[in-house]
């Protein structure tokens, strides 16, 4: 199930690039709250606070109750996280409300553990071909990750979305028949044999020497 953590939020009344440079140099992170038939909310949260949460999640399935400042607290599912592409500080947080009696559909990381035996006995390679699967589930049922075990995975055999056993209340709602992991034979590399060459030049016409005596008679006969 996913972590169920709390974070402080403010409404936040200032829009655009100014207010959010303001707002940064403040150690804040300005935010969005949609969905569950309501009107998007503007927030802002903390920098140190938003960081610590994101660096202790396993997944990127993050339940957060919300509690608004003068709006009481809202059950949310972190949506999108906007990241600087150099120094890696959060931008921006995108924050979907949900409601805990209604389906959630999201995509969750899968993973796998074990060792194939057709990796350990047989030298394959383990091919992972499905890094998240969709799911659909109610809130208290949310997994941060799902790991499959693949020890039981011999060569040249692979795992199905429908071979997946998953947590009580969660369903797939990825095509069954995707392959998610596959052991396959190890590439044997061929070493092309060297032939050696042997060099050609232009071909050399001698004139025919005549037989010993075959001069000599030819005169004679003149």
Known sequence: MAKQVKLSAQPRTEIGRNSVKHLR???????????HKSQPGNLEISQREISALLSHAIGE????????????TKLSLIQEVQ????????????FLEVATDELLHTEVPVEAFGDADGVKNFGGLLEHSLRSLA???LPKDLPEIIRVDVSALGLNQSLHVRDIILPQGVTATTDPDLTVFIVAEPKVEVTPVATAEVPTGPEVIKEKKPAEGADSAAKEKK
């Open 135 to 137: 799911i659909e589930c």
């Open 83 to 94: 990241h600087h592409p150099v120094r890696g500080d959060i931008l921006h947080v995108d």
């Open 61 to 72: 399935n993050i339940l957060v109750e919300l509690e608004i400042s003068g709006g009481g």
């Open 25 to 35: 140099t403040r150690g804040v992170v300005p935010a969005v709250i949609y969905g």
